[in-house]
């Protein structure tokens, strides 16, 4: 198996991702993506937006899920027959690259989709994994249909 992934997005799904990374600006938005894995692709099918739950005062960098989202998302894929395939955020302002913050909390078999929100207008979307030695991330192939 490679390393390199791909992540396809159903387009409505995707659109959620955009519209909750401008409305969540100048702050960070966050959410689960909800689909199936086959190790090689990742299919997004559903998309559940979350409050940032992170400190008011730094929610610009910052974003949290905590246990109860979990849970939450959890609930809704297994209603869906899905499984949490992985969990997207924005940057506002900065590119949609993992910051030393996003590789700390990072979880391994999850795709991570990061919005850039400048100005408050979602630009680019990249799809990154936690690679196997947890020091970093690689790059996916993102894909939107």
């Not at 795709?111 to 990061?114: D, N, V």
């Given at each position: 198996m490679s390393e390199k992934h791909t992540v396809r997005v159903d387009r409505a799904a995707y659109e959620v991702i955009l519209q909750h990374g401008e409305a969540s600006y100048p702050n960070e938005g966050a959410g689960f993506l909800l689909g199936a894995s086959d190790g090689e692709v990742t299919r997004v099918e559903v998309v559940l937006t979350v409050e940032n739950r992170w400190d008011p005062a730094t929610q610009a960098t910052r974003y949290l899920l905590e246990p109860r989202d979990w849970m939450q998302a959890?609930?809704?894929a297994d209603a869906r027959s899905l499984a949490v395939v992985g969990i997207f955020h924005s940057h506002p302002d900065h590119p949609p690259r993992p910051s030393q913050f996003d590789l700390d909390m990072a979880l391994p078999n999850l795709?991570?989709?990061?919005t850039s929100v400048r100005g408050g207008k979602a630009e680019e979307t990249l799809a990154?994994?936690?690679g196997r030695d947890r020091n970093g991330?690689?790059?996916e192939n993102l894909e939107t249909d």
């Open positions: 959890e609930d809704e795709a991570y989709l990061i990154w994994r936690l991330f690689i790059e």
